[in-house]
């Protein structure tokens, strides 16, 4: 299915930014939310995997429920997974446009990667561990 994803802070993400590589961090910052109703229609519980396509990649993350998201809209937390699927071009601006990006979602077994693992794979090296 096709989306509309923002991106954005969330509290939880500001609590742990400092220890990025934490499984705290990594668990809200690979959440995708959606609204009850697009969950339903793909077939995805909370906390379920999800592949997540976008304009510059696709990766793993995890669906969550969320009341604030309008229908056929999702939000990611800023971070190595939005910056896993959205394009680095700043069009001048120095920053990356990071709102109203098309997606496409479908329901995955694959499980989301440390945020280490999507480090190494863009050719990154593994530190502080």
Do not use: W
């Not at 990594?26 to 109703?37: K, L, N, V």
């Not at 190595?80 to 069009?91: C, G, K, M, S, V």
């Not at 997606?103 to 190494?120: F, H, N, R």
């Amino acid at each position: 299915m096709k989306f509309l994803m923002n991106t954005g802070r969330t509290v939880n993400q500001g609590v742990t930014v400092e220890n990025k590589g934490s499984a705290e961090y990594a668990r809200e910052a690979s959440t995708c939310f959606m609204h009850e109703f697009d969950m339903l229609e793909l077939g995805v519980d909370d906390g379920d995997p999800i592949l997540v396509r976008g304009p510059a990649g696709e990766v793993v993350m995890r669906a969550e429920a969320s009341v604030e998201v309008e229908i056929g809209t999702v939000f990611v937390p800023y971070g190595p997974y939005a910056n896993h699927i959205l394009a680095a071009d700043t069009r001048s601006t120095g920053m990356p446009d990071f709102k109203s990006h098309e997606v496409e979602i479908e329901p995955t077994d694959e499980e989301p990667k440390s945020v280490y693992g999507l480090m190494e794979d863009l050719g990154g090296l593994a530190y502080d561990r």
